[in-house]
């Protein structure tokens, strides 16, 4: 195979998606840093389309090239981990000693905290639901068959989406209301950009199936969209848990 260009740009475009991040949080955002976030979904696309072309027309896709795809596919969920890992580690800092983050108590007295068991948990059930749906449709897919299942999955996805969208509106606390404020949208909007990514892996992916250009023996996008998905239904039950219902008690 020859070389890509499309980690390059992948990085430059995970770049200007940081910096739009930083000027958002001095003030300084404004519409056209919007569109700054275009471009990762257009690379995505892109090199998704090039990695198709290569294996499904080509054929350069050995047993050595899929394993190799499929390690670079968990040392890239590995780096996911650590930096949730580091969002989560910065909530129990500033939760479990509130003083040296200059607040009294956890969370501050008068912050209207969102409850738990209302959107949250729908959000959780809607995106827990999802992930069986995609495991069906491996399993459809593994039988030969087109699978429907991951039509499914997809409009949880998005539902989701438009969930938590709803519950940003409504909420009475902003990124700068406190610690609390920031930490927690910088953890379900960061969360929310990793279900957007998802949603357009399994958009991908269902078209490749229903165009019949993955087979039972050779679906590594697939598996890769899978494992993806999966990966974002347990760092929300983290999120879950940890930011909704523990500080809600």
Not at 16 to 29: A, E, P, R
Not at 121 to 127: D, R
Not at 141 to 161: I, P
Not at 231 to 248: A, G, Q, S
Request: charged share 5%; with cysteine; net charge neutral.
């Amino acid at each position: 195979m020859s070389n890509s260009w499309w980690p390059l740009h992948m990085s430059l475009a995970t770049f200007f998606i940081v910096m739009s991040l930083l000027l958002f949080l001095k003030g300084n955002f404004s519409t056209i840093h919007y569109l700054l976030f275009f471009p990762t979904f257009i690379v995505l696309f892109l090199w998704t389309r090039d990695v198709s072309r290569e294996s499904t027309f080509q054929g350069n896709h050995s047993r050595l090239v899929a394993a190799s795809l499929k390690w670079g596919l968990v040392w890239f969920l590995f780096s996911e981990v650590w930096f949730f890992f580091g969002i989560f580690w910065s909530f129990f800092h500033a939760s479990m000693s509130p003083i040296t983050t200059g607040n009294i108590i956890w969370p501050l007295v008068g912050l209207d905290i969102i409850p738990p068991f209302q959107v949250p948990l729908l959000n959780t059930i809607v995106l827990l639901m999802s992930g069986v749906t995609a495991t069906l449709s491996h399993h459809e897919v593994l039988s030969g068959e087109k699978s429907s299942w991951l039509f499914y999955s997809l409009l949880l996805g998005v539902y989701f989406l438009m969930l938590q969208g709803m519950e940003y509106y409504s909420s009475l606390f902003s990124i700068s209301s406190s610690v609390f404020g920031s930490l927690f949208f910088l953890g379900t909007g960061f969360h929310g950009f990793h279900v957007c990514l998802g949603a357009a892996m399994l958009l991908m992916s269902f078209l490749r199936v229903s165009m019949n250009k993955l087979s039972s023996g050779h679906h590594f996008f697939l598996e890769f969209s899978l494992w993806y998905w999966h990966f974002v239904d347990v760092v929300w039950l983290f999120l879950f848990f940890w930011v909704y219902v523990w500080n809600n008690f």
